[in-house]
């Protein structure tokens, strides 16, 4: 009743263009949704529905034809498992390094006591824009003994210069330097300091990293691309690729019992189940971390 009555309270306050301004943006913003958030749903239903339905076009917004045997072919299948597992890995250990290289970084960059701290990041920001290429990095790992290896996966991106960027300006900015300075006065070390005092407080941001770096790995293919040979280390989304873009289905289908039109179709349905399960982690990951990503990206990227 008192959320009631104060939407009441402001419309009172609001003009006729006020309201037909309030009334146009949600018509956009749901029509956004709308269009954002259907593909996706539709690719849920299709995955739940008979491949013959959705070959028809009967599908639109609920299953018809209910059916989970592509999601049973899916889990069945040794390539996407072990690719699961390998993501899982390459995403655990490469965020954990991303976390550590960036905190770091940034804090020694958020000190104003740092001489020449704005001349680093100078020189950090210029690779932001100019690179050596891929070639000449194909090269560096190669020559450092990564190639095919699990480093290959964590090792080439270990930080961002972007990320370093956002999480420095959350540290001038959000926390105070009297705290700081209290902290050396009671004896803390720079390192004390960190641990201790800065970090509990920056949660916001150490969420937000989380979320960009975490992301960034789970999605991550091109690296493996180049890097990786052995199959029994490609990540998910390499496995992905070879579904979708190269169409190898073969490998969940029963190649013996099924005619040719039968295994398009179950070639079709098998590609809605592989996307669902690939993005339903992050998809899991997001609604812990939404607080504080928002926050953290409004302090951490408007100020400064």
Known sequence: MVKVEKLRQNRIGQTKGDQMFSVLNYLILSMTLLIVLYPLVFVLIASLSSPETVIRGEVWIWPKGFNLDAYSRVFQNKDIMSGYLNTIMYTIAGTAINLVM????????????????????????????????????????KNMGLINTFWAMVIPNAVSVFNIIIMRTFFQHTIPNEVQEAAVMDGCSNMNILVR????????????????????????????????????????????REILVQNQTQDMMDLNSESSSQQA??????????????????????????????KGVMVGAIKG
């Open 102 to 141: 960036t905190v770091l970084a940034a804090y020694p960059l958020s000190r104003k006591d740092l001489k020449g701290r704005n001349v680093i990041v100078m020189f950090m920001m210029f690779t932001m824009f100019f690179s050596g290429g891929l070639i000449p990095t194909y090269m560096i790992i």
């Open 265 to 294: 179709l179950v070639a079709a349905s098998i590609k809605y189940a592989v996307i669902i399960v690939t993005n339903v982690p992050v998809l899991l990951l997001y609604p812990f971390l939404q607080k504080y990503f928002v």
């Open 197 to 240: 005092v800065v970090l509990p407080l920056s949660m916001p941001i150490i969420a937000v990293m989380i979320l960009f770096y975490g992301v960034g790995h789970w999605n991550a293919y091109f690296n493996a691309l180049i890097y990786l040979s052995d199959r029994d280390k490609y990540p998910l989304q390499l496995i992905l």
